[in-house]
């Protein structure tokens, strides 16, 4: 149906080259929630460099307190949220496989309860847009999309992430990738 809404929960969003000198530069994010109220989502590949047990004074099991902390988002800075993945997830809220959660007592639980197939990506902040302000930035083009899978979620790393995927994009995205930040450095 036409003047349908476009909603991009699931997707990423990805650096498209128009927001150098900004928070997004070359960032990654995943949108956890779109609808007409609003989108929220979680940058990947801005890493903190503190692990969980420097950030959060709270009695977590040892594999937590391990993990590294990511910078979600420029907004609440101090707000926690977390992505966990597992092979079995019926309620999955984001995606088929993949949650988000923003409670201690959960990522608790989900410490003690540690499974090899489990995965965790800790954030600090988050990526806020007030209703219609990412569909602007999607009219203007400040964006590339993808579908977002849990494996470039968790398996990429996090400092290779905008480069692997614009990489992969085609060959007219490969000059992009392969471009200094910062072009006077060219």
Sequence with gaps: MPGEPTYLKGQL???GGNLSGSFFNR???LI???DADGAFGLTLNHAVGDLVDDVLDADLPALIKELP?????PVQPGALSFLHADDFLPDANVMPGLNLEHSLDTLMELGDSWSKTQQIKIFAGYAGWSPGQ???EMDRESWLTLPATVDLVFNTKPEALWKTIIS??????RLMAD???DLSRN
């Design 134 to 136: 990412l569909e602007g």
């Design 32 to 34: 956890c929630n779109h």
């Design 13 to 15: 969003l990805l650096d």
């Design 69 to 73: 902390v990511f910078l979600g988002g």
């Design 179 to 181: 471009s200094p930040d």
């Design 27 to 29: 960032a990654v994010v």
């Design 168 to 173: 992969s994009m085609g060959p007219e995205y």
